[in-house]
């Protein structure tokens, strides 16, 4: 690089790269002072609109990486102590809270110096004396006041950026152990909802605490301190008398801050239960929106809300009745010291009992923020004791972790010793999961089938070899070398195709395009923009189920691993694909490797080296295919029967010459060239990608807080009929309190004015108008802040839950749930106090610029000066600060978005050893948020040193102006007065501005609620004047009319003018190759995807013309992925509690679950665990078929349903629907054949187009049918035996 480039560089390092940029440290002490390392981002700021790229990077010290490594360090020498995981965070940040303490103590004797020397000046402007050596005692005590003043400023803005730089580290080193701990552990009960919440709220209060540690050591230095000014002005009585006033006031705090600890836990709880409810129910909208589920679900979550917001209005009005306490406690204290002062005949000047005033007031700010205090103390209590009981739940787990990988052995890649295993290892179920009996041992190169009937245990068998089940006996189980798995329902990351295929390995472009061709990926990537590079939704949700199977089989292959554990990897492709996938991937690319694959296609287990067979969690059978095949009466012979039963549905005869010519076809089929796939996204090739692509940067607005966002936050809580109340309450507060002020100094100014009881109860008087008006104020707050946090939420979630699928496919639900938490708890507990705090203070502000202008008129043109300079300051800061504050947020959101992929996914990351690189990732992006909220402190800073300093030279002036006044012009009571509060103005102005500031950025929580409460929703649930009959539909025809279906505007269309009559009572099958347009006609059918062009009629009823619950609840469906809530049997089979237990057992024992519930004592109250993790993919899909026998509807929709069962079920699912749903009309979209032989009708569909309509008979008869070709294919995979997947 040449010495030009790099000085450039050098001068613009934020126009060049942000990130690699860091100005705070390479600063210098006046630079840090006046926070001028900021000025490059400002000047940024104010040219375009600032990005994440322009903003430098977090100091090292405050790294994710260098705060983990201190916070690990300190845990280590504490291992021992009790309480040591507080202790560990202190200790871990000890040195800056060192520096941030001596700031802290300056600041707190710089501030009490005013007070002091309040009675000197009060005594000055009394004294008439007006010579010169007089005049120039009074520029002296002006001039003290400025130099207390200005220190006082400096050490505060440094005590408060450096308390936040504490808390950024503090922050990023905890959610670097949350993430860390939750990869490592395994089995936890800890749900996902829970884990979030720590990071949205737990980690960000214990950050906030560094904020106020201080307090706890200062409360008592500030108390001594304004004793001994007490005691100087009103004598040893008074001081003695004000202390223990003090003390009682703070002690009578006590059983308040209890209540509000006790408080706190409750509506921590309360979200915890909310967020993991929203969790869930964002992850299951489809299932919701197919069942018209959704208002009930929602229900569920307002109740949820109801209980956490009925904490909240009791934790609200204690902080109420906290806030009137020590508002009025300066009113108490003084009230006493004066009264003791009277009793015992202390003289009383106006110097005095002004200094005396001010201490009032500076001993308020520690009361008053005594209870905040104490509350942060015991929040961060319970967030600190939260995250360390679950970051010390390696304990209880330690025992069940899984051996490491063995040292690669010569010939054996596995040894399976004897022992049970068991999901819930202190569960109640009479017997384990899955119980291995003799040892079994697999060596190098083998492929190892394992086969059984659903819930017999395949899937627990795969987990436990990677060590994802907990063993109750028995020994261990070695793999030797590394391990490749493939789970059974897809896990696939956010991010390029490419992306997740290398899955952190380097690219190898040749054995890339190897894999890519053997997973049959390769025509898809041809057909797709962006090719590779397309992008993938959260949760892979713009892939078909064929697209995210085969992506996560090519991850595994390229990972090229010794060990492949592959969980059902054919079910979810079509017979061609899944031969392909067997012949190419398994037999050729991973002919060396050691493969177990479980499967339900048994013509894939002639070719295994060995085959397990299992039954209710034990292998039954273990051998040869040949050897097991010679059992008569063995479990494999039976299941093969039941296999070949459902062929010979297909080719029941030779009558017509089909099996004939169908084996001739496929013999000349051998020697043709291998036939190119093609498997398209199921929603419209790559415009998805782009729809995607887009979703992935999360909307921000731009510019200033709009103006409705204020209106529509202030007017939401009865339309804004208490907000003049409360604004008259804090007028006359201000009012009355200045006024009993004035009236002690005017009282005391001279002796005998009036009588000193006289004076005394005029105080009094005035004084507890004054506190009655915070009691309403304070109460009123209460009731506003309750009703608009109620109001918005419900705004809110009634509106995502209502949005159509199109917003929850391009909306991360990380990003729902930062709104419905961190937002949220924004708005129930901080927006409101903040935004009254900005009004009291600006109240108090307007009264104190009045006083002073009473004593002196020039003062007033200071003031205009002083505002304006202070605006044309805000407006320079607030456009960078503002999009720093937006960033804010949306930085946060991935943080969330990995985590709660990472743990979906934790079981593949661990088996391909990749939590280093999820780490790392967790790493950077934990230092991308920081880096926005580190420069975001420090812009508040900023504004805060310059306006003070503005503000101290202006009570500098007016010190300045009263000195210089002739003496009989000024009213010294008055002038005393303006002096006094004087002391607060530069504190008071400099929280005004901040305050502005801070609102705005805090109000951006609610532009975002309310973003989410203008989302477009679906059709109406109900048109009350166009209701469909009672019994409708009668008959269940549903009749296609010229159907166009896009996805998008913007989008091609994917169904291009369908056009059939299904007859009602009769079965239609529904086929065609992955992507033809199947699954879009029956989104179409329950309106998930509303028609472009033409029409669906169900019994002469037109259904875009009636509401969604009218159509969908009349309507059955058994997804293609079925879906379990967390919660009970009863609540899955029966959300909405319609049915009598009787008919749910009925129910289960049709659908062979009966003696599966029966296991556990709690029968149907036993729990599902979250995404039904403690039932197999086969039994969940058993539980979405008794939901459909339970509610007996007219149509009923099978859309894959029984891809991930076996034949024998697949079968048994069959005959049960036969029998239960004779009379409905039943569409069954299948890639199996045997699945929709049967069928009345068949629908062939091809690229969105009808290419056949008939019965299948007629069109078996027809050998260039496109039915007769897929059945063709069909029985070309299921009559290969071993010789046909052996390499040419």
């Known amino acids: 690089m040449s010495s030009s480039d790099s000085s450039l560089e050098l001068e613009q390092p934020l126009l060049a790269n942000g990130a690699d940029y860091d100005g705070f440290s390479g600063a210098g002490i006046w630079s840090r002072l006046t926070f001028g390392w900021l000025s490059p981002l400002f000047e940024k700021g104010r040219t375009e609109r600032l990005e994440l790229s322009h903003v430098p990077s977090v100091p090292r010290s405050e790294s994710a990486k260098a705060s983990f490594c201190l916070l690990q360090e300190s845990l280590r020498k504490r291992k021992a102590e009790s309480s040591s995981f507080q202790r560990a965070i202190v200790h871990s940040v000890r040195r800056c809270l060192a520096l941030n303490a001596i700031f802290a103590g300056i600041n707190t004797l710089s501030s009490y110096l005013g007070p002091f020397l309040i009675a000197s000046l009060v005594d000055f402007i009394s004294d008439n004396d007006s010579g010169r050596v007089h005049r120039r005692r009074g520029y002296i005590l002006a001039c003290l006041f400025f130099a207390a003043k200005t220190v006082e400023s400096l050490t505060q803005r440094q005590w408060y950026f450096g308390a936040r730089q504490i808390g950024v580290r503090v922050r990023a080193a905890l959610m670097v152990a949350i993430y860390n701990k939750s990869l490592l552990i395994k089995y936890s009960g800890t749900s996902t909802g829970k884990i979030i919440n720590f990071l949205d709220v737990d980690v960000e209060r214990v950050a906030d605490f560094f904020w106020h540690i201080h307090g706890i050591w200062l409360l008592p230095v500030q108390v001594s301190l304004a004793l001994l000014i007490l005691y100087r002005n009103l004598g040893l009585p008074a001081a003695f008398s004000a202390l223990v006033a003090t003390i009682l006031v703070m002690a009578s705090n006590t059983p308040l801050a209890n209540s509000q600890e006790r408080l706190h836990s409750k509506i921590m709880e309360a979200k915890d239960s909310r967020i993991k409810a929203t969790a869930e129910t964002l992850k299951c909208m489809r299932i919701l929106k197919l069942h018209s589920w959704e208002t009930a679900f929602l229900d569920k979550l307002l109740q949820l809300r109801e209980a956490e917001r009925s904490w909240l209005k009791r934790y609200l009005y204690t902080c109420s009745a906290i806030a009137f306490l020590f508002w009025a406690s300066p009113t108490l204290v003084s009230v006493v010291a004066f009264g003791v002062c009277i009793l015992v005949g202390t003289p009383l000047t106006a110097g005095a009992a002004l200094s005396a005033l001010a201490t009032f007031r500076i001993l308020q700010e520690p009361i008053y923020n005594l209870p905040e205090l104490v509350a942060m103390i015991t929040q961060t209590k319970v967030s600190v004791e939260r995250i360390q009981d679950f970051l010390m739940e390696e304990e209880q787990a330690a025992q069940f972790w899984p051996s490491k990988n063995a040292e690669v052995s010569s010939h054996v890649a596995l040894q399976i010793e004897p022992g049970e295993y068991n999901w819930e290892a202190n569960s109640n179920s009479k017997k384990p999961t899955l119980k291995i009996d003799k040892r079994i041992q697999v060596m190098r190169g083998e492929k190892v089938a394992v086969c059984g009937t659903v819930g017999s245990g395949k899937s627990s068998f795969l987990c436990s070899i990677i060590g994802e089940i907990p063993r109750v006996t028995g020994g261990r189980i070695t793999v030797f070398g590394s391990r490749a798995y493939v789970p059974q329902s897809a896990w696939i990351q956010s991010g390029t195709v490419q992306e997740n295929v290398l899955f952190g390995k380097e690219m190898d472009r040749r054995w890339y395009q190897q894999v890519l061709e053997s997973c049959a990926l390769d025509r898809d990537i041809g057909t797709w923009a962006d090719g590779d590079s397309t992008l993938v939704g959260e949760r892979g949700m713009n892939l078909s189920g064929g697209q995210k199977q085969r992506i996560q089989l090519a991850r595994a292959v390229y990972n090229n691993s010794d060990v492949y554990l592959l969980d059902d990897p054919f079910s979810a492709v079509d017979a061609h694909t899944g031969t392909h996938l067997f012949k190419e991937c398994l037999m050729r690319m991973l002919s060396s490797k050691t493969v177990i694959y479980v499967t339900h296609q048994l013509e894939f287990l002639a070719a295994a080296d060995l085959i397990l067979v299992l039954r209710d969690g034990k292998v039954v059978q273990s051998g040869k295919y040949q050897e097991l095949m010679e059992e008569a009466d063995g479990e494999l012979v039976q299941q093969m029967a039941a296999h070949n039963e459902s062929l010979s549905q297909v080719s029941p005869s030779d009558e017509n010459g089909l099996s004939v010519s169908m084996s001739h076809k496929l013999k000349k089929k051998k020697k043709k060239k291998k036939k190119k796939l093609r498997e398209a996204k199921h929603n419209g090739d790559s415009g998805i990608s782009e729809l995607i692509e887009r979703s992935q940067e999360e909307e921000r607005e731009f510019g200033r807080v709009k103006w409705h966002v204020y209106r529509t936050f202030v007017t939401s809580a009865y339309r804004g009929a208490p907000v003049p109340l409360l604004l008259l309450c804090q007028v006359l507060f201000q009012a009355l309190q200045m006024g009993s002020n004035y009236w002690i100094a005017w009282a005391t100014e001279k002796d005998g004015r009036v009588s000193r009881e006289k004076m005394l109860w005029g105080f009094v008087i005035l004084s507890a108008s004054s506190s009655v008006f915070i009691l309403g104020r304070a109460v009123l ?22 949005a159509p699928m199109s917003f929850f496919d391009t909306t991360p639900s990380s990003r729902i749930l930062n709104r419905s938490s961190t937002d949220q708890s924004t708005v129930d507990t901080d927006i409101p106090y903040r935004l009254a705090g900005l009004v009291f203070a600006l109240v108090q502000l307007l009264c104190i610029i009045v006083l002073m202008s009473q004593v002196a008129w020039p003062v007033f043109i200071l003031f205009v000066i002083a505002v304006a300079i202070s605006i044309w300051y805000q407006n320079y800061y607030i456009s960078s600060a503002r999009e720093l504050a937006r960033m804010v947020g949306i930085r946060k959101a991935p943080i969330l978005h990995h ?143 010229g159907l166009h279906v896009r996805y998008n505007a913007g989008l091609p269309m994917v169904l291009k003018g369908i056009s059939c009559t299904f007859p009602g009572g009769k079965r239609i099958g529904v086929v065609g190759r992955t992507g033809s347009g199947k699954s879009t006609l029956i989104q179409a059918l329950f309106r998930v995807v509303e028609p472009s ?73 036993a729990p599902v665990a979250e995404d039904g993790e403690n039932w197999s993919v086969g039994q969940r899909q058993l539980v979405c078929l008794a939901r459909v026998l339970l509610d007996r509807r007219r149509i009923l929709v099978l859309d894959e349903a029984t891809a991930s069962v076996d034949t024998a079920t697949d079968k048994f699912i069959q005959k049960t629907l036969r029998e239960e749903t004779g009379d409905c009309t039943v569409i ?61």
């Open 899 to 1041: 985590f709660s992929e990472s743990l979906s996914g934790a079981a593949t990351i661990r088996c391909f050893n990749q939590e280093g690189r999820f780490s790392k990732k967790n790493l950077a992006l934990i230092d991308d948020y920081s880096r926005i909220t580190f420069h975001n402190y420090g812009t508040m800073e900023w504004l805060s040193v310059r306006v003070n300093f503005l503000f101290n030279l202006v009570f500098f002036a007016v010190l300045t102006i009263l000195v210089s006044m002739p003496r009989d012009s000024i009213d010294p009571s008055l002038a005393g007065l303006a002096a006094t509060y004087g002391l607060n103005l530069n504190v008071l102005l400099a929280w005004v501005i901040w305050n502005l500031c801070n609102v705005e950025n805090k109000m951006i929580s609610v532009e975002r609620i309310l973003q989410f409460s203008a989302v477009p929703s679906e059709a109406p649930l109900v048109i009350e004047h166009s209701r469909p009959e009672q019994d409708w539909p009668m008959s269940g025809t549903i009749e296609l009319d």
């Open 1228 to 1288: 069954t979209v299948a890639h199996r054949i045997p699945t929709v032989i049967d069928s009345d009708l068949v629908l062939v569909l091809d690229e969105g187009k009808v290419l056949e309509f008939s019965s299948p008979r007629d069109l078996l008869k027809d050998d260039s049918s496109a039915f007769s070709k897929l059945v063709m294919e069909f029985l070309g995979r299921s009559k290969c035996g071993n010789h046909d997947f052996e390499l040419e």
């Open 1093 to 1165: 062009l033409g029409r669906i009629v169900i019994d002469g009823v037109n259904i875009s013309r009636i509401g969604l619950q009218d159509l969908r609840s009349r309507l059955s469906i058994i997804p293609q992925e079925p879906t379990l809530f967390h919660g009970t049997v009863r609540t899955n089979l029966d959300p909405l509690r319609r049915h009598l237990d009787l008919d749910i057992w009925e129910a289960l024992h049709k659908c062979r679950l009966g003696e599966v519930v029966k296991q556990d004592q709690r029968l149907l109250e």
């Open 781 to 802: 707050l209460a009731t506003i802040a309750i009703e608009t946090a109620r109001r918005l939420f419900l705004g809110m979630i009634t509106n995502i839950v209502r």
